[in-house]
């Protein structure tokens, strides 16, 4: 339930940001171009779709990648502490961890040293915050560390895969 709620006050918000921009862009359309209130509404209630749905993506990896380490470490931690961890994460990797990336790729240099930094920030950051949650600091730290890998597995991949493609 907690999943539904979240994605529900994210397409809220959404939507809103989209509706506010539409209006005051169609407000200075004029003739045929102007659209009505109802298509501002259904064209922003479409728009706001998309973001939702990339956010919800993401989350349930999350969830899912934190479920498997649970599982494979019998950690017996309950699914609704793992749906507020995953939440958490998702906040940490769209406003801090990027900063954090940024600095230490300036830092370091792009080398294969910056991620293994970077993993140990993320190890921590997800520590903590599995620590702000409520959960002990076994399963902070197991849980923490299994999603950094799962999180740098995928960016290895894609950077892989955009190697190839560049090869081509």
Known sequence: MPILQTLFILYIVTFLLMFIFIYRSNRQE???ENMGLIMVTMVSALLALAPTVLF???L????????????????????TDIIFF?????IYLFTIDSIIEAIVKYLVGKTSFD????????????????????????SCIVIG?????????????FKLRENNR???
């Open 145 to 157: 560390g299994g999603v950094a890998i799962f999180i740098l597995a995928l960016e290895l991949l």
């Open 115 to 138: 991620h293994a930094i970077i993993l140990l920030t993320r190890v921590g950051a997800f520590y903590f915050i599995g620590l702000l949650i409520g959960l002990d600091q076994t």
């Open 166 to 168: 560049k090869e081509k």
């Open 60 to 79: 349930f990896a999350l969830v899912g990648s934190a479920n498997v380490v649970d599982t494979m470490f019998s950690l017996h931690v309950d699914i």
């Open 56 to 58: 919800a993506i993401i």
């Open 86 to 90: 995953s939440i958490g994460v998702l």
């Open 30 to 32: 004029t003739g045929e």
